[in-house]
């Protein structure tokens, strides 16, 4: 009888030094006793058609992809989730037995289950704020409207990709000209930051946030520094704060559970495990 072969994932990207998925994922295989692996996987630009091909015959359950593959991949798979088929990239590989390919988007996930572990009974608000409007956005705009937002209002310093996404999302996202990102907090119960603003080395986010209710939540989806303005700013008003860590962590749970067949859990412990390597 042979023994049972360890299961193996990866994370696919270029570069992918900087990614805090093998250190996620090894987190969760010692804490649940699998015998497997998750590896870095470099992949140019040029290659990676050929490296999913060899994902099956190499053995793997499923990758990981981050940039600057995600909306390549979702037109290599052989098939896609729905989410992944409206946000047209892909963050999740699952190997089939057969072979063949399915990619899925689990984004939009983390950033809800960040939402309700942080803020415990959270509910998707009647109006929602979010600024930016890159690959992120996308999956926050999705995610939020799929989970019944009634108005999202969009502040974007490019105008014409805020348009866009309205137009491509529906009525209920509102483009806003960046210079009316603080008017556009009046009764908003959720503001999202998803652009690159506050986060180390990035110019600062600047935002009145005097028209914020008193029961609103704030997220910040940057996660270095964990602390930004933003929140620091919140925090001063007594507002609730959110930090984009948990967006990270909660995200990694479906592609684990889909490889190695255990639901992990974001504990403390992995939240500081993976905080201090920021």
Do not use: C
Not at 45 to 58: F, I, K
Not at 173 to 187: E, F, M, N, Y
């Amino acid at each position: 009888m042979t023994a049972p072969q360890s299961k193996i994932a990866g994370v696919i990207g270029w570069p992918v030094g900087h990614s805090r998925s093998p250190a996620l994922h090894r987190h969760w295989l010692a804490r649940y006793g699998i015998d497997g692996a998750y590896l870095k996987l470099p992949v140019a630009p040029g290659r990676l058609a050929d490296a999913l091909r060899g994902l099956s015959a190499l053995g793997f359950a499923g990758a990981n992809v981050t940039i600057p593959h995600k909306q390549e991949t979702a037109t290599l798979m052989d098939r896609l989730d729905d989410t992944a088929r409206r946000l047209r990239a892909v963050n999740l590989i699952i190997v089939e037995s057969d072979g063949t390919l399915t990619g899925r988007n689990t984004d939009g996930f983390g950033f809800l289950e960040n939402l309700r572990q942080a803020q415990p009974g959270w509910t998707a608000p009647a109006i929602a704020t979010v600024l930016g409007a890159g690959g992120a956005a996308r999956a926050v705009i999705d995610s939020l409207l799929e989970a019944g937002v009634g108005e999202l209002r969009l502040a974007n310093r490019n105008r014409q990709r805020a348009e866009d996404l309205a137009a491509e999302f529906g009525p209920r996202v509102i483009p806003l000209d960046w210079s009316h990102r603080s008017d556009a907090l009046a009764g908003a119960g959720l503001l999202v930051n998803t652009t690159s603003l506050g986060m180390t080395g990035q110019p600062p986010l600047e935002i009145d946030l005097t028209l914020l209710p008193e029961d609103v939540v704030v997220n910040d989806i940057v996660y270095s520094p964990l602390r930004t303005q933003l929140l620091a700013a919140a925090q001063a008003r007594g507002l609730r704060a959110v930090d984009g860590l948990g967006m990270l962590l909660h995200q990694a749970r479906p592609a684990f559970k889909a490889w190695f067949g255990t639901d992990p859990q974001v504990t403390d412990s992995l939240r500081a495990e993976i905080a201090a390597t920021l």
